[in-house]
């Protein structure tokens, strides 16, 4: 097989991988995430619904954006089926482990939000409280 | 000769990528803009509406400033990865203005 044609197999099976890729992560952690906003809003849906949509947007916009960004790959190297399937291994794998990272750092955001959000009430209420007692 | 060809066909495909994302941005920064911002619908609906100009100048200003990189494609091949590495650093940089912009509406108003 000709250089230029491993190369061109090379992107086209790398470009769908690589979206399938990010969009079923996508989904799942913003599915899951509308109710992670819910909890932190406490119940108002708008605001909750409109927060998880802009973080989809930029995950999106990121993992498409670095995924497109390493999309090169040195046709020097591709001589065979096999250097296409180490390439490509090499490439997809990276971005896996890139993407399990993005996606729990996002899990550590949507936690953090909720702890920030339960002190946040905490603290109301003992303002309230402390209101009540000095009455 | 092919570069203008290419030129367009680019900015023809970027085109529905940079109105999605910019509505669905401004959709949904309405009401996150009106959290913070309770008070004065007028506020928010500027301050969201300034956020999309400033979206749409600074994306179409950087399509149309990648096209000077486009100088000699010579074969499919450049041609591929020359637009998607376009595409890639332009989702990134958008990527991290979207994420600064949330950022700076957050800890202005949690100041305030």
């Known amino acids: ?135 | 000769m092919y570069n203008f060809y290419f030129d367009i066909l680019f900015l023809f495909s970027m085109s529905p990528i940079i109105y999605l994302v910019g509505q669905a941005c401004y959709k949904n920064g309405n009401d996150f803009i009106e959290y913070f911002t309770p008070e004065n619908q007028n506020i928010t609906k500027q301050i969201n509406k300034f956020l999309l100009i400033g979206y749409y100048l600074i994306v179409v200003g950087f399509t149309a400033f990648t096209l000077t990189f486009w100088n000699d494609i010579s074969s499919l091949i450049d041609l591929i990865i020359l637009y998607y590495k376009s595409l890639g650093m332009m989702t990134l940089g958008l990527a991290i203005l979207h994420y600064m912009n949330i950022l700076f509406i957050y800890l202005y108003y949690k100041k305030s």
């Open chain 1, 1 to 135: 097989m000709k250089n230029t044609d491993l190369l061109l197999a090379a992107y086209f099976i790398y470009l769908p991988v690589v979206i399938l890729l990010t969009l079923y992560v996508s989904k799942t952690l913003f599915k899951n995430g509308k109710l992670f906003m819910l909890d932190i809003f406490r119940g108002k849906e708008t605001i909750a619904l409109a927060t998880n949509k802009l973080f989809e947007v930029g995950f999106y916009l990121l993992n498409l954006g670095f995924a497109l960004l390493i999309i090169e790959i040195n046709g020097r190297f591709l001589i065979n089926y096999t250097d296409l399937l180490e390439v490509l291994s090499r490439k997809v794998g990276g971005f896996s482990i890139y993407l399990g990272i993005m996606l729990f750092f996002n899990l550590f955001l949507f936690f953090r939000g909720r702890k920030m959000s339960k002190q946040n009430i905490v603290e109301k209420e003992n303002f309230a409280t402390e209101g009540i007692k000095t009455q």
